[in-house]
């Protein structure tokens, strides 16, 4: 009999925790070290246990725009238990991301966030957050990561993490061209994230690229040093010759380079 009274508690406690979790405020906490901040039209309660939040936006305090770096019509917020018994409140996220899934389970950690995420199927034509004029694109994405992040000290900031991509394909009002299916491992270390490997098979061209990225607080400070070779088809060169044309030479073993900042980056 106490056994089933005890049991009985400890569903009560769990229920009690589970439906008086600060969910919308605990996902703002963890995410405000990494200059992050979050809101939603509402919040009801996801059966068995959670919160569901339904038109969610991600700004970054650096953009003088308050333009959305992350926006889902419903994300699923739920307590980390492994942080909880930790004594580090955590939430585990599941969101619907442009017709596929982001998860992501992120906590405290020092005086910055661990974010560990899971992308599967994300239709990258469906996003109209990052944009260049005249420039459309199509794929699969999905992809891995862990990363510990701190907005104040990029010499804190490590991970790694992979990506791969299906049906790549770059339009614009010139020609399209079909980057086929795309594979990259990257890591994060002392503020710097280097491009270990990223190539494409079965499209137009072979891209080989490698590199790192310098991240600052905003796009201007972010210093790119990124090289890559494009290997055409035989097809491909003929077809789209006149666009290789306005490269700074002709694609080949030579690299190019991508340098200058994020928001101002120069070819070579």
Known sequence: MRLGYGAFG??????FVIATFPYSATLSKVLAPMGLQVSSANQRMDFPFGA????????SNASSTGAPVFESPIVSVAPSMVSLLLFHPGVRVKASLYGGVGRMIARPSGDGTAV??????VDISQQHIYEFPGITALGILSGTGDFRISRDD???NTGHGELSASGLTINSPIAPVRLGDAAGTFKLDRGTLTIENLKTTGGDVILNASGTVQLGPDPD??????QFTLTPTPDAARRLGFLFAALPHPPGVQPYQISG????????
């Open 154 to 156: 990029f010499e804190k």
């Open 221 to 226: 400070t972010t210093i790119l040093a990124i």
């Open 116 to 121: 560990t995420f899971a992308l599967s199927a």
């Open 52 to 59: 569901q939040l339904t038109d969610v936006h991600v700004t």
């Open 261 to 268: 900042t994020l928001s101002a980056p120069r070819l070579s």
């Open 10 to 15: 400890i569903v009560l406690f769990a229920a």
